[in-house]
């Protein structure tokens, strides 16, 4: 390393180094780094104040002397690897010709392939491992090597290889990227939004543990992988979990980062190096660093670097060289590398240009790959994360390899495909190679009998998804009975049911122990407390202290085998181990049902890519938005509430969203839910949103309990009504206060409806008008909005606590005039009754819209909206909460 410092003494400072070359010839590593250790400490506590150096030199952590042997045939698997880099290229040079701009990527694979292969021969466990699966996070971009494996083995054919890119082909094809939605026996993690990979894949471990903790399953020594770009570990999210990981002694994870140094653009880190960043951020954050930079080529140079020299250039040397010496080869590195130092220059004199260019780097060595992963898998106590050098787009030649244009090359051209099957030795002719035809292994050929003998031995093919699962049994909705039966003159907020409605759940003897409650810091904000102390927090360390409320009934208490995941203030953490509880039933072959409750407005807003990635990957669960509703969340203001997470729900494919007003509703949504997770195998997430005004709640009405699923459900009906009005959620309240004053001030007497869900209806709706246009002989379907409200052709006035669209989702679909009221523009901080007078949604303006739409229906005078105005002091000057 560069030292500023000049030495006074350099014979003395020799005579330490030979002691300590002494002691580890001696005595070997261990004691060396504990008499190091040991001065080290001695020197700071008598005032030395050594520096805090994180990293450590631009070198290999493993030394060949320490590399373990090779255990595989290193010939078969070059030409296995050589085979699967050459259909991985093709498959997207193909797709780019016969469709220009379908796009895909070369270099992300081509910069890994090693990387991959050693793993797959030597390390990944599949599905029917004694010891279970390995749980893998593939870098997004490199699908196409994935494929082009999964092809060689014949899980896919040539077929489905053409069409990569094009999944709507009449035969089906391949998808861009992992996406288990859409190819669900195959892949099983969403990974292509950058940064989601890497926390959901700590959260992944984690719950691992959890399992085991809990007794759910034995520890076989199951491992998560997750592979990375060094670009895409600029997303806060890549490292903003990493002290979690060592802090519950995660062994059973191991990043693997690509760091071929380039991201889209350009480098990663141009002035410095991006491996020396991250050695220092991931060992600052506890993790077990491998740098694995230089390929075996290296060994001797850098055993003959006995004056430090070689090692003082590589310190020296910025990433932005690096990738210059990459293009521009072995002359251009001599001059400007080692021809910085005559010294240096002496020292590769015997090496050739060419040599020199393509002395092997430890990313594209399977020796250095194989030792860094063995050392992985068996390190104990602390994640680990292998930084692997690798050269983007290595092979392509002048097509891109390491160039700033690399990450979008997509396609080759018929020189560039020679020279890429020169340089991999692909058994192929020009005319053939011109074409860049799948390549597929002879089946009697060594390699493939390599190929599926290595997977076989190792328990299968991967990536695979599979669903092992049984049914779990579900209790009557009955154990919900006291939710069902009203609240009588308690008033309760729908926040207090739905904890209710938990306690009794992991309290009940089938399903019980299944449930994961998660929570970000806010159980007390919600009530949830009293559960700290009956199902315990989960803590692989149990509690090594003595809480502070230990003499209390419901003190705080953490235990190793607790049910509850208390996640601190962290909502993309909690919602990654939502999204690991909630696939359970495929990971681990075991239904597990995650209750996710947190502050509505840090859910959808803040981790929406998340949850997408949730749907994506088939999650189960229950998310619930509590303390909800921009103006039922009274006091905090503008950034605490949530009035368009519904919109954000209605958008999401998967999920199923419900705004509710009484406890029998989310009593039935939840029983209905499990149901539909635990017997019917769907893969659906309810969003709930809960809010904290306490109101008293009704028994349930007779016969409901389907129309409360399908989101609307009648409260009250009347002969012949005028008109009707739509209420959801907490303003349900001031709905039925509004049909009062309609009827007391006015003798009006509206149908009130509740809505539980406008996106169900809307879906429903949809689905039905769809089929309606495409089956023009046949009789009409009917929605249930049509069912429930084409008998009255009237006006419709429809409140929420979510900005307009949300209730105007059903306008299209609804008979008669459409009136929708809503709190769009931001919120403020004042009591509820003052929120819903400025958003216009209380019971007056109810009253006053419904008037005005009578109106305009022709059933009353417009002089009664002046009149209803007045009565009701509605300033016509007041300003819009919209623009204010
Ligand atoms: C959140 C997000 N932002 C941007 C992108 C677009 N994108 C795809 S690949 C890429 C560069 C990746 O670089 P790196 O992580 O270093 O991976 P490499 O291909 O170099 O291995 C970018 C910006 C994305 N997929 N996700
Ligand atoms: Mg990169």
New binding site residues.
């Given amino acids: 390393m560069t030292n500023p410092y000049k030495d006074p003494d350099p014979q003395e400072t020799q005579e330490w180094i030979e002691s300590i070359k002494d002691a580890l010839e001696e005595h070997g590593y261990e004691r060396t780094r504990h008499l190091l250790e040991t001065l080290i400490d001695f020197a700071q506590s008598n005032g030395a104040r050594l520096p805090f150096n994180t990293s450590t030199p631009f070198v290999n952590t493993i030394l060949p002397s320490q590399q373990p042997p090779y255990p595989g045939d290193r010939d078969i698997e070059r030409k296995i690897k050589s085979v699967v880099r050459w259909n991985a290229m093709a498959m997207v040079t193909k797709a780019n010709t016969e469709t220009p701009g379908i796009g895909g ?1 070369i ?2 694979f081509a ?2 392939a090693t990387l991959y292969e050693v793993a797959f021969n030597h390390f990944f466990k599949g599905a029917d491992h004694t010891d279970g699966q390995d749980l893998i996070f593939f ?3 490199a699908s196409p090597g994935i494929y082009a494996r999964a092809y060689l083995e014949g899980r896919l054919n040539g077929q489905q290889l053409h069409n990569f890119r094009r999944e709507l082909s009449e035969k089906g094809g391949l998808s861009s990227y992992p996406h288990p939605y859409l190819m669900p026996d195959f892949w099983q993690f969403a990974t ?4 989601l990979g890497p926390i959901m894949a700590i959260y992944q471990a984690r719950f691992m543990r959890y399992m085991i903790d809990r007794g759910f399953m034995e520890d076989t020594d199951r491992k998560v992988f997750a592979y990375l ?4 570990m600029d ?1 806060p999210e890549s490292l903003g979990a990493l002290t979690l990981a060592s802090r519950e002694n995660l062994d059973n994870l191991i990043f693997v980062v ?1 760091c ?1 140094l ?3 653009d350009g480098p ?1 880190r141009g002035n410095s190096k991006v491996i020396q960043e991250l050695e220092r951020a991931f060992r600052g954050a506890g993790w077990n660093v491998i740098k694995v930079i230089w390929g075996s080529d290296w060994d001797e140079l850098l055993e003959n670097d006995a004056s430090g020299l070689l090692l003082q250039r590589l310190e020296e040397v910025v990433d932005g060289d690096l990738l210059k010496y990459v293009v521009e080869g072995g002359a251009y590195l001599r001059e400007h590398f080692y021809g910085k130092y005559p010294e240096l220059l002496k020292m590769v004199e015997h090496i050739s240009d060419e040599e020199l260019a393509k002395l092997r780097l430890g990313g594209h060595d399977p020796l250095k790959v194989y030792a860094a992963y063995n050392e992985a898998v068996n390190f104990k106590g602390k994640p680990t994360v292998i930084l692997a050098r690798t050269i ?1 787009g290595y092979g392509l030649g002048e097509a891109g390899e390491g160039r700033n244009i690399t ?1 979008n090359q997509k396609k080759l051209n018929e020189e560039e495909l020679l020279y890429f099957r020169d340089r991999f030795n692909v058994p192929l002719s020009d005319e053939e190679a011109m074409k860049a035809p799948f390549y597929r292994l002879d089946e009697t050929s060594l390699e493939y009998k390599y190929l599926i003998d290595r997977r076989k031995a190792l328990g299968g093919s991967l990536p695979i998804r599979t669903d092992r699962s049984t049914p779990l049994d579900l209790p009557d909705i009955s154990i919900f009975q006291e939710l069902l039966d009203g609240t009588g003159d308690r008033e309760i907020s729908t926040t207090m049911a739905y904890v209710r409605l938990l306690t009794i759940l992991t309290k009940d003897k089938t399903i019980g122990k299944h449930i994961v409650p998660i929570i970000p810091d806010e159980a007390r904000t919600f009530g949830m407390d009293p559960l700290f102390r009956q199902l315990g927090i989960y803590s692989h360390k149990g509690q090594l202290y003595d809480p502070v409320d230990s003499d209390q009934f419901l003190y705080y208490k953490e235990v190793k085998d607790g049910q509850i995941l208390e996640e601190g203030i962290n909502e993309a953490g909690s919602i990654s181990s939502f999204i690991a509880a909630g696939m359970s039933y495929s990971t681990h072959g075991i239904k597990m049902i995650p209750f996710y409750i947190y502050y509505s407005m840090f859910g959808f807003q803040r981790v929406w890519d998340l949850i997408w990635a949730a749907g994506d990957m088939r999650v189960r669960g229950f998310l619930l938005g509590g303390t909800a509703g921009r103006t039922t969340l009274n006091g905090e203001g503008l950034q605490h509430q949530d009035g368009h997470s519904h919109l954000a729900a209605a958008a999401t494919p998967n999920i199923k969203a419900y705004d509710l007003a009484y406890a029998y509703e989310i009593a039935t949504i939840v029983h209905h839910g499990m149901k539909e997770m635990c017997q019917d195998d769907k893969d659906v997430i309810y969003y709930l949103t809960l809010e904290n005004e306490n109101y008293t709640h009704q028994p349930m009405p007779e016969g409901v309990a389907d129309d409360i699923i399908k989101g609307l459900y009648k409260i009250h009906a009347t002969e012949n009504p005028t008109m009707r009005l739509l209420g959801s959620g907490p303003l349900m309240g001031e709905v039925l206060a509004a049909a009062e004053l309609l009827k007391k001030d006015w003798h009006i007497e509206p149908g009130i409806w509740n809505v539980t869900s406008f996106s169900e209806l809307r879906r429903d709706a949809e689905e039905i008008e769809r089929w309606n246009l495409i089956h023009p002989e046949n009789d009409p379907k009917h929605s249930h909005l049509e069912q429930c409200l084409s008998k009255h052709h009237v006006p419709t006035v429809a409140v929420s606590d979510y900005v307009k669209m949300v209730s105007e989702q059903i306008g299209p679909y609804v008979p008669g005039p459409y009136y929708a009221l809503g709190t769009d523009g931001f919120g403020r901080s004042d009591t509820r009754e003052n929120l819903r007078h400025f958003f216009e949604v209380d019971r007056y303006y109810i009253v006053l819209t419904a008037i005005r739409a009578l109106a305009l229906d022709g059933k009353m005078d417009m002089s009664k909206v002046d009149e209803a105005m007045k009565k009701y002091n509605l300033d016509p000057e007041k300003p819009s909460p919209i623009t204010v």
């Fill in positions: 990527h270099s992300t910069s890994a870098q997004g971009h292509v939004s950058m940064g770009g060094d670009g895409e997303e690509n071929n380039q991201r889209l990663v983007k990450h």
